[in-house]
C-alpha cells in the first residue's frame, strides 16, 4: 500500500512540475507579475525546496531503516560475521546520510534566491 502511495504521489510531482514552473504572464495574460523575475516564481522555488526536502529526508529515513533492519537481521542469523556487517552497514548508512546533506545544501544554495 505504501508503494503504491509513494508511485502516485512521485507521478503526481513528475507530472505537475511543468505547471509550477510557468512563467506568471504566460500563465494568465491578463495579470502582470509583480516583479520583472515573477514574485510567484520565488514562492515557487521556496515550495519546491521544500517538498524536495522533506522527500529526501522522508526517502533517507526509509533506506536508513531498511539497512539497519536487513544487518541485524543478518547478525541474528549468523553472530560471528558481525563486525564485517556492521562496518558495511555504517559505510552505507554514511553514503544514505550524504543524499540527505547534498539536498540540504541545495536547499541552502536555491533558498539565498528566494
Known amino acids: 500500500m505504501l508503494k ?3 508511485a502516485v504521489m512521485a507521478c503526481a510531482m513528475i507530472l ?3 505547471a509550477l514552473a510557468a512563467d506568471a504572464s504566460q500563465a494568465a495574460p491578463e ?7 515573477g514574485g510567484t516564481a520565488k514562492s515557487y522555488l521556496g515550495l519546491t525546496l521544500g517538498f524536495g526536502m522533506a ?3 522522508f526517502s533517507g529515513a526509509l533506506g536508513q531503516s531498511r539497512a539497519i533492519m536487513a544487518s541485524v537481521d543478518a547478525v ?3 553472530p560471528e560475521a ?9 559505510i552505507g548508512l ?3 546520510e550524504t ?10 544554495m536555491w533558498g539565498a534566491k528566494i
Open 4 to 6: 503504491r502511495v509513494l
Open 16 to 18: 505537475g512540475a511543468p
Open 31 to 37: 495579470h502582470k507579475a509583480e516583479e520583472p523575475g
Open 55 to 57: 522527500l529526501a529526508v
Open 76 to 78: 541474528a542469523r549468523q
Open 82 to 90: 558481525g563486525g564485517r556487517i556492521q562496518g558495511m552497514m555504517i
Open 94 to 96: 554514511a553514503l544514505i
Open 99 to 108: 543524499l540527505v546533506i547534498y539536498m540540504l545544501l541545495i536547499c541552502f
